[in-house]
């Protein structure tokens, strides 16, 4: 699977999800002025969870940085680089609310023996996705904190770019999904 193609996909997606209120928003905002030569570029802010206002880094900002003294993704697992501040014993439900999000296990993102391993490419997918929802909860006021993998996956490694599309996979889906109990009833 070409990266660059997921991508395009998931472009695809969002602007289904998040539909033409977000379009309608940045087309009434004015062109942004360009600061002197001089001024600084603001700081990064990271995403913030908005039930406790503090940093968040779990999928789509709903899970705090873990408090002092309490051990991070990052203190504690090889490799971690987006989710580094989320309190150890949350990566693994995180990572499973991926798999359920996207309907896969867990060798669809790591290596099988070495999960720290960078050579799949789902891996940093995953990543950048990550950070896209954190930024969207973060900054955009009409998604309301809310857009996580599920509102785009919907169950599928790859989302759907039109409703027909997504109508397809679930028939195909429920299809073999009968398929299945009709094989284990015999």
């Given at each position: 699977?070409?990266?660059?193609?997921?991508?395009?996909?998931?472009?695809?997606?969002?602007?289904?999800?998040?539909?033409?209120?977000?379009?309608?928003r940045?087309?009434?905002?004015?062109?942004?002025?360009?600061?002197?030569?001089?001024?600084?570029?603001?700081?990064?802010?990271?995403?913030?969870?908005?039930?406790?206002?503090?940093?968040?880094?779990?999928?789509?900002?709903?899970?705090?940085?873990?408090?002092?003294g309490?051990?991070?993704?990052?203190?504690?697992?090889?490799?971690?680089?987006?989710?580094?501040?989320?309190?150890?014993?949350?990566?693994?439900?995180?990572?499973?609310?991926?798999?359920?999000?996207?309907?896969?296990?867990?060798?669809?993102?790591?290596?099988?023996?070495?999960?720290?391993?960078?050579?799949?490419?789902?891996?940093?997918?995953?990543?950048?996705?990550?950070?896209?929802?954190?930024?969207?909860?973060?900054?955009?006021?009409s998604?309301?904190?809310?857009?996580?993998?599920?509102?785009?996956?919907?169950?599928?490694?790859?989302?759907?770019?039109?409703?027909?599309?997504?109508?397809?996979?679930?028939?195909?889906?429920?299809?073999?999904?009968?398929?299945?109990?009709?094989?284990?009833?015999?």
């Amino acid at each position: 699977m070409k990266r660059n193609s997921g991508l395009k996909v998931i472009g695809a997606g969002m602007v289904l999800a998040l539909g033409l209120p977000l379009l309608a928003r940045a087309a009434k905002k004015p062109a942004a002025k360009k600061p002197p030569a001089s001024a600084k570029p603001a700081p990064k802010k990271p995403p913030v969870n908005p039930d406790t206002g503090k940093p968040a880094s779990n999928e789509g900002g709903g899970v705090p940085a873990a408090k002092p003294g309490q051990p991070t993704a990052g203190q504690q697992f090889k490799n971690i680089k987006v989710l580094k501040d989320l309190p150890a014993d949350q990566l693994m439900p995180t990572m499973q609310a991926f798999n359920a999000a996207l309907g896969v296990k867990c060798n669809f993102c790591h290596v099988a023996e070495d999960f720290a391993s960078d050579n799949n490419p789902h891996k940093g997918v995953t990543r950048e996705m990550v950070l896209m929802t954190q930024r969207l909860n973060a900054k955009e006021p009409s998604v309301n904190k809310q857009v996580r993998c599920f509102t785009c996956h919907r169950g599928e490694p790859e989302p759907s770019n039109s409703p027909e599309e997504a109508q397809r996979r679930q028939e195909r889906r429920q299809q073999r999904e009968g398929d299945t109990k009709t094989g284990e009833q015999e």
